[in-house]
């Protein structure tokens, strides 16, 4: 009986988890997607940067949804650091190493364009490396409490 | 540490605010520069040519425009440069404009040079190379280069002198005339007046003479030089030989030898 009733807890927590961590993740998505959309309308970006932004937001979206789902477990905070990872090598591939280069055709010629974007990729990098140091201390910690609480029911 | 994941947890959301805005606002800056290019003048004086392309830039976004440099460069078909030029603008302020203008000048003094002459008498292509670059909000340096041809119209294309004929003209000279042809290819009217000097195959000058020229662009000229020798020095002009031509206007004074014969 009791373990039924453990069952059915846990098959509840498991729904709930998934429902909250679903409608995060659609949060994430309306959050993230529209407002780039608006900033950098996909018609005026080329193709492989049209697929880059695809990712992101598909990562983004992805890592929203799995932090949610194991909120409360150490692995919350293992996908928060593999989050921060991604982030900062997706930005230095998609910056290109900070110099973007784009070669435009206009009339008879072409046009060479280079964005040197170094420091506002440092500036990305350093947000993700901060954000990848909380996710570490917060597992830390989190270890930390289990240990303490484990200790203190043995007593 | 629950401080510091605090302080992190801070951190991050004041540098993710801080991207945020930058990006919308420097995106929206960058779709509010107005940049207008004027009517491309050329003028021409004594000492060469000057393109004059004026431009606006009208920067009606949130950060400053810095170090706008343009650098145009132009060189011959073989890569030899025969002009560079650069235009500077230190700032243009969020929300105020400039208005500039982009000056390339080719000094006549150096297509006349050695090097160059042949420009004159040939049509040819020019390599125009133009390099801009820029510092956004004064964080984001931007560059832009493009190549283009330019095509030169020689402005005495295809000169050519032939010694027509020499006959007698009254009971002490002698009349040569030489007749001159060529193409007027460059953009601008070609006036003056060409003198000719005659020298035999062993370089002696036997008789010179003048005419004068007005060749708008794009047509050809064809006229002739008389000239008149002594009877005595008839037996010097030899059947071949060459012929000095000064090219006088009031932009330019070109020497050229021609063989004739």
Redesign the interface.
């Known amino acids: 009986m009791v373990e039924e009733e453990n069952k059915r807890a846990f098959i509840k927590n498991i729904i709930l988890r998934v429902l909250k961590a679903a409608s995060w993740g659609f949060v994430t998505y309306i959050l993230v997607y529209y407002p780039l959309v608006l900033?950098?309308p996909s018609g005026a970006m080329p193709f492989e940067y049209s697929q880059l932004f695809n990712v992101f937001v598909a990562m983004v979206v992805f890592f929203a949804v799995i932090t949610k789902l194991f909120s409360g477990t150490i692995l919350e905070y293992a996908f928060s650091v593999a989050k921060a990872l991604f982030m900062i090598i997706y930005f230095f591939y998609a910056f290109n190493g900070g110099a973007i280069g784009l070669t435009v055709p206009?009339s008879?010629?072409?046009?060479?364009?280079?964005?040197?974007?170094r420091?506002?990729l440092a500036?990305?990098i350093?947000?993700n490396l901060?954000?990848l140091?909380?996710s570490v201390?917060?597992a830390?910690?989190f270890l930390?409490r289990k240990v303490e609480a484990s200790e203190l029911s043995v007593r | 540490m629950k401080q510091v994941i605090r302080a992190l947890g801070w951190a991050t959301s004041t540098l993710w605010i801080f991207i945020i805005v930058f990006s919308v606002t420097a995106l929206y800056s960058v779709s509010n520069i107005d940049i207008g290019l004027g009517e491309a003048q050329i003028f021409a004086s004594s000492e060469g040519m000057m393109f004059s392309l004026p431009f606006r830039i009208d920067n009606k976004g949130y950060h400053d425009i810095s170090e706008l440099n343009i650098t145009t460069r132009v060189t011959d078909c073989n890569g030899t440069l025969i002009t560079s030029s650069q235009t500077l603008v230190p700032l243009v302020s969020k929300g105020s404009s400039i208005e500039t203008a982009h000056n390339i000048s080719i000094s006549l003094k150096d297509i006349m040079s050695i090097e160059f002459t042949p420009l004159l008498f040939s049509d040819s292509f020019f390599d125009l190379g133009t390099f801009i670059s820029l510092n956004f909000a004064h964080t984001i340096p931007f560059q832009m280069s493009t190549n283009a041809t330019i095509l030169w119209g020689a402005p005495f294309y295809e000169f050519s002198t032939v010694k027509v004929s020499t006959h007698p003209y009254n009971s002490t000279h002698w009349e040569v005339i030489t007749s001159l042809s060529f193409e007027n290819h460059a953009f601008l009217n070609i006036t003056g007046i060409i003198q000719l000097e005659i020298y035999n195959n062993i370089n002696e000058q036997v008789t010179s003479g003048e005419t004068s020229m007005d060749v708008p662009s794009g047509s050809r000229y064809e006229g002739q030089v008389i000239t008149y020798i002594d009877l005595v020095d008839a037996s010097r002009l030899t059947e071949s030989g060459n012929v000095r031509v000064n090219f006088m206007t009031p932009m330019f004074t070109l020497e050229w030898w021609s063989p004739y014969g």
Do not use: G, I, P
């Not at chain 1, 008879?108 to 974007?117: A, S, Y």
């Open positions: 900033m950098y206009v008879e010629t072409t046009v060479n364009l280079v964005l040197d974007l420091a506002f500036v990305l350093l947000v901060l954000a140091s909380k201390l917060q830390t910690e930390a």
